[in-house]
């Protein structure tokens, strides 16, 4: 998480970014969807610009969290829409695909 964290810094620094872009696969989607939750209302809300547009790609990720975590990434695609911010999210997940469908309330 730490490297991630300065991975991100330092490509901030160095480049003009309009766009960040958080994706993962199976167990990564899930873990980039958190990360994304962390950039814009955890512990590294200040990392990342408003000016700066979210997108976020799983492939065949499972669900990341329970109905509080759904109701926390609502409210925070609330708020952020009203400081003007641009959030795009992306499920890609194959037909049939058990893991993606597996329900983090059981």
Same mark, same amino acid.
């Given at each position: 998480?730490?490297? $991630?964290? =300065?991975?991100? /810094?330092?490509? @901030?620094? !160095?480049?003009?970014?309009? =766009? ?12 980039? &969807? @958190? ?5 814009? $209302? ?7 610009? *408003?000016?700066?547009? &979210? /997108? ?7 669900? $990341? ?5 759904? +109701?926390?990434?609502? *409210?925070?695609?609330?708020? +952020?829409? !009203? /400081?003007?911010?641009?959030?795009? =999210? ?11 469908? @597996?329900?983090? +309330?059981?």
């Amino acid at each position: 998480r730490a490297d $991630a964290i =300065e991975g991100v /810094k330092r490509g @901030l620094r !160095e480049h003009d970014v309009a =766009e960040l872009v958080v994706t993962g696969h199976s167990l990564g989607g899930a873990v980039a &969807f @958190l990360l994304a939750l962390d950039f814009l $209302a955890g512990a590294y809300v200040d990392v990342v610009p *408003d000016n700066v547009a &979210f /997108k976020i790609v799983g492939f065949g990720s499972p669900r $990341a969290g329970n109905a509080k975590l759904v +109701q926390l990434w609502r *409210d925070t695609l609330r708020a +952020q829409g !009203e /400081k003007g911010r641009t959030i795009k =999210e992306y499920a890609v997940k194959a037909y049939n695909d058990g893991k993606s469908r @597996l329900s983090s +309330q059981t």
